[in-house]
């Protein structure tokens, strides 16, 4: 999920907050910090160890059909997979990003989550979510990011709004974001191009006071 623009800011920045919490014991700053903790998963600061992870998703066929990364198109085409990419992102206001990981089952991320193109003082962000693990996606942990992210978007940066883009075919993701109450706004008519053909790109977007409503009624937390 998260369709992005050519052109727009492509890597995003951790924004540090003072009570997030180690991951691990008392850890120095390259050690991962849990910056939201649900029911199933939490979500963490990216680490240098992490590139690892990026690497991997960024070679997978599957996540660029359905994701289309700037994230991890930058990473990979831009940095040719250089560990500068790391202080790019950290050095990057306009961008958060956290891995996703679960509480239990695995022993690795199994995503990555991020706002980005953040506008506070118009108070919007995109969001883009990468769960390149598929018994993860099956659990719904999708589903669970987006609405740690989308909160901590709302109560940290003050956000009003968050914006998502997403394939026509990625029929996963547009269920996902009808899941957290989001509402389909529009339509990109052809805006796509994969396997030889043109597609059409859904506009979705959900509002504060949505936001709020959702979380009453959160499960997940």
Known sequence: MGVVDRGRTPFGGVIAMAEAEPARGSAPATEPLVVMRGKWISLRTLVPGDLE?????????HVEKMVGSEFLHAYKHQYDKDPSFYEAVLNDPTQVVFMIEAHQ?????VGLIRLFNVHVVEGYAYIEAIVADQKALKRGFGVHACRLISYYGMDVLGLRRIEAKVYEYNALSINTLKRNNCVQEGVLRKAAYHDGRYWDVFVFGILKEELEELRRRDKYL
């Open 53 to 61: 992870h990026l690497s991997e998703w960024a070679d997978d066929p």
């Open 105 to 109: 089952g695995w022993d690795k991320p």
